[in-house]
């Protein structure tokens, strides 16, 4: 089992920055893949950002690539992601996920096994 838990969410103008951190428990951090996914208002899950255990290889979905930096702490067990010049479109719901290994399509929801409850964010124009 994998317990994680998102913090950092909340209203920030167009333009400004938000943190969001991803504290994992329950298992070895630095063998889990991670990803960030949101859910926009009346939208289904997508993904936003991805980083590898083995390579710490990042993956971003064109929609956030330049503007948002996922990164990962081992030591700490947790992963972040930095969100810089903010959209009002960006407002979701910020879930982190856990995939335990075997074949990794990092952007593929269905591949994480595990999922945090969620943080929102929302940017105000």
């Known amino acids: 089992q994998v317990q994680l838990v998102e913090s950092g969410g909340g209203l920030v103008q167009a333009g400004g920055s938000l943190r969001l951190s991803c504290a994992a428990s329950?298992?070895?951090?630095?063998?889990?893949?991670m990803g960030w996914f949101r859910r926009g208002p009346g939208k289904e899950r997508e993904f936003v950002a991805a980083?590898?255990?083995?390579?710490?290889?990042?993956y971003y979905a064109d929609s956030v690539k330049g503007r948002f930096i996922i990164s990962r702490d081992n030591a700490k067990n947790t992963e972040y992601l930095q969100m810089n010049s903010l959209k009002p479109e960006d407002t979701a719901v910020y879930y982190c996920?856990?995939?335990?290994?075997?074949?990794?399509?990092?952007?593929?929801?269905?591949?994480?096994?595990?999922w945090g409850q969620g943080t929102q964010v929302t940017v105000s124009s």
């Open positions: 329950g298992r070895t951090f630095r063998n889990l893949n």
């Open positions: 996920a856990a995939d335990i290994g075997g074949i990794y399509r990092p952007s593929l929801e269905g591949d994480y096994d595990y």
């Open positions: 980083i590898g255990w083995s390579d710490g290889r990042t």
